[in-house]
């Protein structure tokens, strides 16, 4: 009995494959290029950088 492949199924499967690897690349990308947030220390320098700035803006 020979095996046929239906050349439609296999090009929807394929192309559904293909949009699942896009969509999981995608989400990668997106999961990566997202801003980190910045540590306590960080925050702490920026506020001593901002007081600072404003205590010499005063006099």
Do not use: C, F, G
Not at 4 to 22: A, C, H, M, P, Q
Not at 33 to 53: F, G, N, V
């Amino acid at each position: 009995m020979p095996i046929t492949v239906n050349v439609l199924d296999l090009v929807i499967d394929l192309s559904l494959e293909l949009l699942v690897i896009l969509v999981i690349a995608w989400l990668i990308y997106e999961i990566l290029s997202m801003p980190r947030h910045m540590t306590l220390e960080e925050i702490e320098a920026q506020i001593d950088l901002e007081l600072k700035k404003d205590s010499t803006d005063i006099t």
